[in-house]
């Protein structure tokens, strides 16, 4: 949200003399562009920002300047104690809980109770259930690694299970689907790539800096790619299994079949991870249409009851 962030920006160059465009972009996950229409709206609102350019120029704000209690309301204050709880194992504990604590002491002290009242209504928890506990060491490497601008080495277990070792310059962590991701440039590929921590076999920080790239803007949710592949299939389902079923597609798909079943528009591209989705569903489901789909599935229930005979 962009009063988060821009409370974010204010908090941060209140901590450093002058930070770059590219620095806050990099902290944000937005583009210099957005940075600079940021740094604008700070100045209409009255803090005295400014950005100067050329070498050793950046963003900074008036040394003397300091936050007044009546600068934020309490919808505002409660959706950055909101935003700033969704960071955690993102950021540096010790930073998020002095960011905390310094936002914390703007809340005037007859609306302490409405502003956490407020907070406490929304909970983000971006862990999985079950939980991959190397990653939050390899969380920490990283972050390490974005701060003081160091090349990692990764030993990394592609989709199709091969392994291979990549020299990287991270540039992002990223958070898809509660998944922690590390978004980089592989010197192996000479491209940005996104890479799954839970796929790092091994991962080390290397002494070799380097210097930050423009960071293009990721299409994270695949649209232009499920766009062009995605096809709807029909999928008789046990009224059971419809609230697992409902995270992947709207109710309206849905259409009552007897009492027991509904039949679903389920979206699916022709791809061992959607085959294997279905097959999580047990015998709870059937796909009835189209029938090159359903040949796959029966071909892989085959296979599968081979394993077991």
Request: proline share 5%; charged share 30%.
């Amino acid at each position: 949200m962009k009063a988060d962030r821009l409370m974010g920006i204010t908090l941060l160059l209140l901590e450093k003399k002058r930070v770059s465009a590219r620095f806050l972009a990099e902290k944000f996950e937005v583009s210099t562009r957005t940075i600079y229409r940021d740094v604008e709206s700070l100045s209409m609102a009255g803090v005295p920002v400014f950005s100067t350019p050329g070498v050793g120029g950046g963003i900074q704000i008036m040394p003397d300047f300091k936050i007044e209690k009546g600068t934020f309301n309490n919808s505002d204050l409660s959706a950055m104690l909101i935003a700033l709880s969704s960071l955690e194992g993102a950021i540096d504990q010790d930073i998020l809980s002095s960011a905390e604590a310094k936002l914390r002491s703007l809340i005037p002290s007859q609306h302490v109770y409405t502003v956490q009242l407020k907070a406490d209504r929304v909970r983000i928890d971006r862990s999985p259930w079950i939980r991959n506990r190397s990653t939050d060491n390899y969380l920490v490497h990283i972050r390490d690694a974005l701060d003081r601008n160091k090349l990692v080495s990764i030993v990394y277990l592609n989709n199709r299970g091969n392994t291979s070792r990549r020299i990287v310059e991270p540039h992002q962590i990223v958070f898809k689907d509660g998944m922690p991701y590390v978004f980089g440039w592989c010197r192996k590929r000479q491209a940005f790539r996104l890479f799954k921590l839970a796929r790092i076999l091994r991962l080390s920080i290397l002494d070799e800096t380097f210097e930050p790239r423009e960071i293009p803007i990721a299409e994270l949710d695949g649209t232009p790619y499920t766009q062009e592949l995605q096809e709807a299939i029909t999928l008789r389902i046990k009224r059971s299994l419809a609230e697992r079923v409902l995270d992947y597609c709207p109710y309206d798909h849905f259409m009552p079949d007897g009492n027991d079943y509904y039949l679903v528009r389920f979206p699916f591209i022709d791809r061992d991870y959607y085959y294997d989705t279905l097959l999580s569903f047990g015998d709870a489901c059937e796909v009835l249409e189209p029938q090159r789909i359903r040949k796959k599935m029966k071909s892989k229930v085959n296979r599968l009851s081979k394993v077991y005979a």
